[in-house]
C-alpha cells in the first residue's frame, strides 16, 4: 500500500528527503468565502486578529473572497476601508457584495435595453445598477430596489410604496435585520427597511444577498472552484451559515458578531467549525 501511494504520489523535490513524511497524500486546500462585518470589522473597529488572518490567506496564496451584503460600499470602498484598517494585499477583484449580485440579477431578469429603478439605498448599489445599464427613474421604474440606507425618509418610503402598487416589482439587497456596530450593539439594517415597505403594501420583497444561493453560486464562479471545495466562515447562522450549508459547502461560524454559542445552538442546523474569531483559524487545516 505504501509503495503505491509513493508511486501515484512522488515526493516533490524542493521537499528535503530529511523532512519528509513516509509517505505523501496531497489535501488540497480550501477556497475561503469570508464575511466581512463580525468578520473582520465591527463598524469601523478591526477584529483582534484579522489582519493576521487575511495575511495568512494572502501569504499562503490561499484563494479568497469577501462575500458581504453590504450593498452601501463598492469593492473600492471596501478595500480602501481595509487597507485604513491596516490589511493590505486585497484587490477590489477579492469582493462580492449583495448590491453587486442584486445587479447582475436584475440584468440577467429584464430584456429591456433600458431598464428603470427606483433605488432606496447608497451609493455603493447605484453605482452597480448604473453599470449593467439600469437608469435611476422615479416614473414608473420597473423595480424598486431597497437596500440599508443612512438616510431611509418617509419620503422615500411613500415613493417605494406608491411605485410597488403601480407594478413595479419590489427587489431587497439583503434581509439582515440588523448589524453590529463598533464597541458593541447594533443598528437596524436593510431587513428593516423592507419589512416597513412589505407592511404597507403587502408584497413580499425578492431577496438576494446571503443566504440566497445566488450569492454563493457568484462567489463558486468566480474563485472557478465547486463548492465542496469551500468554506464559507460568516458570523451569522440565518445568512453565511444556512447559506453555505445549503450550497453544499464547509462552514466555520466565528462568535466575534452576532452569534453566541448559546443562539448558534438554537439553529436546527450547525455550523462545521465553530471560532471565537478569525485570529483562531488556521485556512490551511479547514
Ligand atoms: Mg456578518
Redo the contacts with the bound molecule.
Keep these: 500500500m505504501l509503495s503505491r501511494l509513493r508511486r501515484m504520489k512522488p515526493r516533490p523535490a524542493s521537499v528535503p528527503a530529511e523532512s519528509a513524511p513516509v509517505f505523501w497524500i496531497y489535501r488540497m486546500s480550501k477556497s475561503i468565502i469570508s464575511?466581512?462585518?463580525?468578520?473582520i470589522y465591527r463598524g469601523k473597529q478591526l477584529i483582534p486578529g484579522a489582519r493576521d488572518f487575511v495575511n495568512r490567506l494572502t501569504q499562503a496564496g490561499t484563494p479568497f473572497l469577501f462575500l458581504t451584503n453590504n450593498a452601501e460600499q463598492t469593492p473600492l470602498d471596501l478595500r480602501l476601508k481595509l487597507e485604513s484598517l491596516g490589511i493590505n494585499g486585497v484587490t477590489e477583484d477579492n469582493f462580492i457584495t449583495s448590491a453587486m449580485a442584486t445587479a447582475m440579477f436584475l440584468r440577467s431578469q429584464t430584456r429591456k435595453a433600458m431598464p428603470t429603478a427606483y433605488v432606496v439605498g447608497g451609493a455603493g448599489l447605484i453605482n452597480e445598477l448604473y453599470n449593467v445599464g439600469f437608469s435611476i427613474s422615479e416614473s414608473r421604474p420597473d423595480y424598486v430596489v431597497v437596500a440599508k440606507s443612512q438616510t431611509f425618509s418617509f419620503e422615500q418610503i411613500k415613493k417605494a410604496v406608491r411605485f410597488i402598487d403601480q407594478g413595479a416589482k419590489f427587489i431587497g439587497t439583503n434581509p439582515d435585520m440588523i448589524d453590529p456596530i463598533e464597541g458593541g450593539g447594533y443598528e437596524p439594517a436593510a431587513g428593516t427597511l423592507l419589512a416597513a415597505i412589505e407592511a404597507a403594501t403587502g408584497k413580499k420583497p425578492y431577496i438576494v444577498g446571503k443566504p440566497n444561493s445566488l450569492m454563493m453560486m457568484l462567489a463558486t464562479r468566480k474563485l472557478g472552484v465547486h463548492p465542496e471545495e469551500a468554506v464559507m466562515i460568516?458570523?451569522?447562522m440565518d445568512t453565511?451559515i444556512v447559506g453555505g450549508i445549503e450550497a453544499g459547502m464547509g462552514t466555520a461560524l466565528v462568535l466575534s458578531?452576532v452569534s453566541s454559542r448559546e443562539s448558534m445552538e438554537q439553529f436546527p442546523y450547525q455550523p462545521d467549525y465553530v471560532f471565537e474569531s478569525v485570529a483562531e483559524i488556521d485556512p490551511q487545516a479547514l
Excluded: E, K, L, N
Excluded at 464575511?35 to 468578520?39: A, C, R, S
Design positions: 464575511d466581512m462585518d463580525g468578520v460568516g458570523d451569522r453565511d458578531g
